[in-house]
C-alpha cells in the first residue's frame, strides 16, 4: 500500500465506517444481543481507531511550518480527542461485552444499569469522555481553516455531522456521511499543502559558498 493510498484511507475509514455502523443499527429493530449488535459495534469501534489516525494527521498538518503556538494549540486539541477516542472505546467494548454476555434487550438493561451505577462511569463513558473524540476534531479542523489550509466550510461541515448525530442516533448515516464530505478530500490537499518539517528545515539550510581558488592552483 502506498503512502497515498494510506493517508487517503486514514481519512476515509472513520466517516464510512461510522456510517456502516448507522446503517447497521437501522435494520436492528429490538438492539439487542445478536448479529447486527456486534457487527455494528465492531465498525464503530473500527471508526473510532481511525479517527485517531485522523487527528494525529490534523496536528502534524496544522503544526508544520507553525510556531510553538500553533504547535501546542494543535497538540492540545489531539490530546482531547484522543482522550475522547479512548472513552468512546470504552463505551463501544462494554457494549460488545453485554451483547456477548446476554440473551436479550431486558437482560442487556440490568447490565447497562449495573455498570453505569459505579461512580463516574457515565460522564467518563457514556457523555463527557465520548464527546471530547468531537471537540478535538472540531477544534483541530478550525485551526486548520484560520490557517487558510483548509476550506472554512470543512469545520462548519463536521460540526454539522456530528449535531445531526447527537439529534437521534438514527441519523448517524447521515452524520457519517457528513463526516466524510468534510474529510475525505483532504489527503490530497495535505500532500500538496505543505512539506513536512524536517523537507523544511533542509530547505532552511545555507548553501556552502563555493571555493574561489586562485588562477592556476590546481596545475
Given at each position: ?79 482531547v480527542g484522543v482522550l ?112 513536512d518539517a524536517g523537507r ?18 590546481d596545475r
Amino acid at each position: 500500500m502506498t503512502n497515498a493510498t494510506r493517508q487517503w484511507a486514514s481519512y476515509t475509514v472513520g466517516p464510512l465506517c461510522m456510517t456502516l455502523y448507522g446503517v447497521i443499527r437501522l435494520t436492528d429493530a429490538d438492539h439487542g444481543p445478536g448479529l447486527s449488535w456486534s457487527l455494528g459495534h465492531l465498525a464503530l469501534l473500527v471508526s473510532v481507531s481511525a479517527f485517531v489516525t485522523v487527528m494525529w494527521r490534523l496536528r502534524r498538518w496544522a503544526g508544520a511550518g507553525r510556531g510553538p503556538v500553533a504547535r501546542r494549540f494543535a497538540g492540545t486539541a489531539t490530546v482531547v480527542g484522543v482522550l475522547g477516542a479512548a472513552a468512546a472505546a470504552a463505551q463501544t467494548v462494554i457494549d460488545l461485552v453485554i451483547g456477548f454476555l446476554c440473551a436479550d434487550r431486558g437482560a442487556m438493561d440490568v447490565l447497562f444499569e449495573e455498570v453505569r451505577s459505579h461512580p463516574g462511569v457515565t460522564p467518563a463513558v457514556y457523555t463527557v469522555g465520548p464527546s471530547l473524540l468531537y471537540v478535538g476534531l472540531v477544534l483541530l479542523t478550525a485551526q486548520l481553516a484560520a490557517m487558510r489550509r483548509i476550506e472554512v466550510w470543512r469545520p462548519l461541515v463536521v460540526v454539522a455531522g456530528i449535531a445531526v448525530a447527537a439529534v437521534s442516533l438514527d441519523l448517524l448515516p447521515l452524520g457519517g456521511l457528513l463526516l466524510l464530505l468534510a474529510l475525505a478530500p483532504l489527503d490530497r490537499r495535505q500532500r500538496l499543502s505543505i512539506p513536512d518539517a524536517g523537507r523544511e528545515r533542509r530547505h532552511e539550510l545555507p548553501h556552502a559558498a563555493p571555493e574561489h581558488r586562485p588562477a592556476g592552483a590546481d596545475r
